[in-house]
């Protein structure tokens, strides 16, 4: 019930403001929006009812019509098309001489079309819009004006099919409206007109007034609540059962007395088209898709979640509130060259902070749904905070899982929830990208999906992160040979799954300790635990082959070196599990590459491994037991230190020629 009085309490606020910066309107009650994807037929007349032009329109989009109930509603079965929107419909309920009945002779459809239309011009709300398309259409059939001005041509059997639009969209445009738009769909005398007249219509109509079970008032109940997700196109948030068999009702239990229908909760028909309206408008215009789909591109058949963070007390999108999107990875732009995420932790900061540190007033609340069935949709979850705490929990989520980015010269990194679940789950696939082969991460639909569920639990709860998703992205880690990726995009995955298991490692201890989590960020040469000092020898095992391979590659002239793997990643796997055995073989294999260093380079690094192994406890008796998630951070953190040194190294060598050069042209200019 909380977040339907919030999905209320937004419609009646934006109702109020009239926000001339959204695209999309919010519906008003009575009426939907419905697809342009088939394209829209627009005629024109005059408010004399005088037919002035028609056109095809093949525009994709949405157009805002006015509905009814039935409408609506499910619209199945041999009387379907008796149940027309009120104006702006379909080309068969406008057609008085067309698409005839073969057992009555008449156009059903048409009947009933202009039967409501008719009800709609007699009433006290009437406007000169409509009384002017009941007009023409009582005098004219728009199918006969098409053929007579070309719009409508004939096919090569010299036929009109008339098939191919019966069902297409048709638009009024009624003028010249000196106050308003010539567009029925957007006049607002018109949608006000509608809205007046069928509110009032339906609580005349209505057998018999309930309480409403949101406002706790008399009211008359909607019977027929509509479908109102389009990625959802037979699904409902609300139904209400017609018939005994299709209810729960347990005799003597929960229901006694079907025919009367009273025991059950009721909504009325203001709150339904409120809920359902303002429901829509969240989803298409502020909501994130959850789904395989929004980051590996492809087509699925798996129904999304969608995602809503907002303030029922809307005043106009609020860009931080909107900003989830950056949580989740939606706001990080792709380098076209690479694929690669690039850093965006400024924006990360923006979208905790905004410009300032002030505390945030107002509400935000957070909803998620998911399609259970094709007939029924549902919330998930729903969270309601005041926004100072929802930016606070947003910021303790990033002063936790944080880690450095390899790829950026170990940059700051904020792994998305995305990208979590992408890195724990993920299958390396091979995809063509404007011609260019690039290895990205596929993860099935609803392993995504849950997996992002979990983590926004996380996020917004203050729990920990669950330890099995910490170790399924040290097992994917542990396996490097799935992700090698192709030459151009060697290992790209694997350090990007690197990058965020250590995050979430990270996470993971600040949780446990935070004070002692804060220290994981630089490299301690003084722990002493297992995994993590075997996890700092594999990195200098694969540094060293890495440099050695390229210092003979450049004694040798060539450009490039052979980017097979090292042993270190072919022995990984095996590493991980028997790490005192497998360090023995490493360390054997090692000095073929120590060789191609000078003596000062060999000395540093024989130095370095002698320096993390005697640390090591050899006589333990779990020496060569697997290694624990931890061993991640210290492979990380010594590969981190070993490439800085070199670089400072290079850097310094730089610098000592530039002054030596410049001493000598000084020398060579003093003479």
Not at 312 to 318: A, C, L, M, S
Not at 475 to 495: A, I, L
Not at 592 to 608: I, Q
Not at 630 to 648: H, S
């Amino acid at each position: 019930m909380p977040l339907l009085y919030d999905l209320i309490e937004t419609y009646d606020t934006v109702q109020e403001h009239e926000l001339d910066n959204i695209s999309e309107k919010i519906a008003p009650i009575g009426h939907c929006y419905v697809s342009n994807g088939g394209g829209v037929i627009n005629f024109r007349i005059d408010t004399d009812g005088n037919f002035t032009d028609a056109s095809i329109d093949e525009q994709s989009g949405r157009t805002l019509i006015a509905a009814t109930e039935e409408s609506t509603g499910s619209k199945t079965g041999k009387n379907a098309s008796q149940k027309p929107h009120a104006l702006n419909g379909s080309m068969q309920s406008i057609s008085s001489t067309h698409y005839v009945d073969n057992s009555t002779g008449k156009n059903l459809a048409y009947i009933a079309y202009m039967n409501q239309l008719k009800a709609w011009c007699n009433s006290e709300y009437s406007c000169i819009q409509i009384k002017a398309v009941y007009k023409y259409l009582s005098e004219h059939d728009p199918i006969d004006d098409m053929i007579a001005t070309g719009v409508l041509v004939p096919g090569k059997d010299g036929k009109y099919n008339i098939e191919k639009i019966k069902k297409v969209l048709v638009r009024w445009k009624v003028g010249p409206d000196e106050n308003d738009t010539e567009n029925t769909w957007e006049n607002k005398t018109v949608l006000r007109s509608w809205t007046e007249y069928y509110s009032n219509m339906h609580q005349r109509e209505s057998e018999r007034q309930v309480i409403d079970g949101i406002s706790g008032k008399l009211c008359d109940p909607e019977k027929k609540h509509p479908k109102s997700i389009k990625a959802y196109p037979k699904a409902k948030l609300i139904s209400v059962a017609n018939e005994e068999k299709f209810i729960m009702n347990y005799t003597g239990e929960r229901f006694t007395d079907f025919k009367n229908n009273d025991q059950g909760i009721h909504i009325g028909y203001q709150n339904a088209q409120k809920i359902h309206n303002a429901l829509t408008w969240l989803i298409d215009t502020q909501s994130v898709l959850i789904a395989r789909s929004a980051v590996f591109k492809n087509n699925q058949k798996a129904k999304p979640r969608f995602l809503v963070c907002w303030n029922p007390h809307y005043q106009g999108i609020d860009n931080r509130i909107k900003g989830l999107g950056g949580l989740l990875g939606l706001d990080k732009r792709i380098d076209n060259s690479s694929g690669i995420y690039q850093d965006f932790s400024t924006q990360l900061k923006k979208l905790v902070y905004g410009n300032s540190h002030e505390i945030v007033s107002g509400k935000v609340s957070v909803f998620m749904t998911d399609c259970v069935s094709e007939g029924r949709f549902s919330p998930v979850m729903y969270r309601s905070y005041s926004a100072n705490d929802f930016f606070k929990k947003i910021e303790q989520w990033y002063k936790k899982c944080v880690w450095y980015n390899k790829t950026y010269g170990y940059k700051i990194y904020f792994p998305s929830l995305f990208t979590i679940a992408k890195c724990a789950y993920g299958t390396e696939r091979i995809i063509n990208l404007s011609g260019n082969e690039v290895p990205k991460l596929d993860v099935p639909d609803n392993m995504f999906k849950n997996t992002v569920d979990i983590l926004l639990h996380v996020v917004l709860d203050n729990r920990k992160v669950p330890d099995s998703i910490v170790l399924r992205l040290a097992q994917q880690v542990s396996t490097p040979e799935r992700f090698r990726g192709n030459e151009k995009y060697r290992y790209k995955n694997w350090d990007l799954i690197l990058d965020t298991a250590c995050a979430v490692l990270h996470m993971h201890h600040m949780d446990i300790n935070f004070k002692k989590g804060e220290y994981d960020m630089e490299l301690n040469e003084n722990n002493t635990d297992r995994s993590f000092l075997f996890g700092r020898l594999l990195a200098v095992c694969d540094t060293v082959e890495n440099k050695a391979m390229a210092l003979k590659a450049i004694k040798a002239g060539e450009k490039g070196y052979d980017h097979r793997n090292t042993n270190a990643m072919r022995m990984w796997n095996t590493y991980t599990a028997h790490p005192w055995t497998c360090f023995e073989n490493l360390r054997r294999l090692l000095n073929p590459y120590l060789n191609e260093f000078n003596y000062g380079g060999r000395k540093k690094y024989e130095d370095e491994i002698q320096n993390i192994f005697i640390k090591l406890d050899s006589s333990a008796h779990d020496i060569n037991r697997p290694l624990s998630p931890e061993y991640l951070m210290g492979f990380y953190l010594e590969r981190k230190k070993l490439t800085m040194d070199n670089n400072k190294q290079k850097e310094h060598a730089k610098a000592t020629t530039a002054e030596k050069n410049a001493e000598t042209i000084k020398a060579e200019n003093s003479q």
